[in-house]
């Protein structure tokens, strides 16, 4: 079938760590401030907030809290100046 298990073991604290860090993340900077008439306007906001602003603009503390499309542009800036 393909299906290739967690490496983790039941109950590890750090198994689903950063998908349950953006899980936080998307229900306190979106889903608890907004009320949405019905799934397909929530699919909608989510889905801009993820390509729109998380993506691309929202600073990450993985990238020396920088937003990706800066961190990129810099990584891009450097590789071209090497």
């Known amino acids: 079938m393909g299906i290739v298990?967690?490496?983790g073991r039941t109950g590890s604290a750090l198994d689903n760590a950063m998908a349950e860090s953006f899980v936080s993340t998307l229900k306190a900077e979106?889903?608890?401030?907004?009320?949405f008439p019905t799934r397909?306007?929530?699919?909608?906001?989510?889905?801009?907030?993820i390509e729109?602003?998380?993506?691309?603009?929202?600073?990450?503390?993985?990238?020396?809290?920088?937003s990706p499309r800066n961190y990129e542009a810099t990584?891009?800036?450097e590789v071209v100046v090497a």
């Open 30 to 35: 979106l889903v608890d401030r907004h009320r």
């Open 40 to 49: 397909g306007a929530a699919r909608v906001e989510i889905f801009e907030y």
């Open 52 to 66: 729109g602003f998380y993506n691309r603009t929202r600073r990450h503390s993985a990238l020396g809290y920088e």
């Open 75 to 77: 990584r891009m800036e």
């Open 5 to 7: 298990p967690s490496m």
